[in-house]
């Protein structure tokens, strides 16, 4: 899935789930401390195999870590990946 039809994805679900959406800003608020972690979010949720994604989100700094699974938890939850 190309990064406009994940944003795609996630806009349609906060649009229909209210709980998806408080989720969801909670979590996108607490990528926005850590710089550049947003683009690498991206990259990350483009990887097809579950295997690679998870080497790559252990080479993150410790605090990128939570906020990144956390998204990727909260993605998979609602069958968005």
Known sequence: ???????????????????????FNKAVSELTNVPGLQQQVMKIAQI?????RQQVIERLPKDAKHAVKG??????????L
């Open 48 to 52: 097809n195999d579950e295997t690679q």
């Open 71 to 80: 998204i990727l938890e909260l993605l998979n939850e609602y069958n968005i």
């Open 1 to 23: 899935m190309n990064p406009y039809q994940l944003i795609m994805k996630v806009q349609q679900n906060m649009q229909q789930d209210q709980n998806f959406a408080n989720r």
